[in-house]
């Protein structure tokens, strides 16, 4: 079952005895979890009715017998555990999985990992239990979910201020929908959210971003490239080296993959890359400045400076340093 299936049994009254929500993704559990403490119970009976605890500090037998109570005044009661991947035998919560009380709402949240499947709580989760396991979003998943929860909320973006957003942030899903709840409330009224909305409200500049670092490499534009950088050694937390060196390589890991494609149109690259529209075009762009041959040196100047950026054959050399030698290797032809 999915998190928007849930949320919708719940949202009708709908519940089950228990709900294991693990894995990478925090941002669904959190969504989950925070609906469940605030939301199924009224205001008034959550002083009655409603137990959280944490997994660090709350004991197995503390989370069993609160799920063993009756609630008080109400049908119903709700118990949350958070981070329980933290709590010291949680295997013992199988025996109280195995037989949960009707009128308890027992949500737990097991973050980072999903229980071994070779345990005996495991095989009790799958017929006890919804479980539901959470993974993070490949990178070229992040521009069609971040589109798709704008859209929910009523708002369009600019497909380079998608680009932007998406750059700057990264996959930290939680982070991306306060900025662009962020957005909405500064768009007083408009629906669209532009590249210069994206600059005036979350301080990413839209000349001086790792999209443009991407667009001036992929044009060999160098002064464009070295100017950009500069900006970057000027503001760190604009593009620390870390991610401007994986938003780099997955670029060209996928046009590495995209020039294998016989078919070079945009149809069949936007299937084989998984990504749409806009992103197309650059890798098109790209794959008329670079060859088979240039990406694969790319590919492996990208790892040799990714080594250097963690302090392997790096000497007293700072980032910016680094970065401008590692875009003119890219970027000139007789390198």
Known sequence: ???????????????????????????????????????????????????????????????????????????????????????????????????????????????????????????????????????????????????????????????????????????????????????SINLQGRKQITEDDIENFIGISKEFNIFELQAAIVNRDLPVALNIINYFSSNPKAAPIQLVLSTLFSFFSKLYIASSIASRDEYSLSAALGVKGFFVKQYIQAMQQYNYTDIEKVLFLLQHYNLMSVGIGRVNVDDASMLKEMVAKIVMRDS
């Open 1 to 183: 079952m999915s998190v928007e299936q849930i949320l919708n049994e719940w949202s009708r009254k709908t519940y089950k005895p228990v709900y294991w929500l693990e894995g990478e993704e925090p941002y669904y559990i959190d969504k989950l979890t925070q609906f469940a403490e605030h939301n199924i119970l009224p205001a008034d009976q959550s002083s009655f009715n409603l137990s959280v605890f944490y997994g660090r500090d709350a004991k197995v037998d503390e989370v069993i017998n609160a799920c063993k109570r009756y609630p008080m005044f109400h049908e119903i009661q709700v118990v949350v555990l958070k981070e329980a991947q933290q709590m010291r035998d949680l295997d013992k919560l199988e025996t109280y999985i195995s037989n949960p009380l009707g009128s308890t709402i027992f949500v737990v949240a097991h973050k980072e990992k999903k229980v071994d499947g070779r345990s005996k709580l495991s095989k009790i989760l799958k017929t006890k239990a919804e479980v539901l396991s959470t993974k993070k979003l490949y990178d070229n998943e992040l521009p069609e979910w971040v589109s798709s929860m704008i859209k929910n909320k009523s708002l369009d973006i600019q497909s380079k201020a998608l680009h932007m957003l998406v750059g700057h942030i990264g996959n930290d899903l939680q982070r991306i929908e306060n900025e662009v709840d962020k957005l």
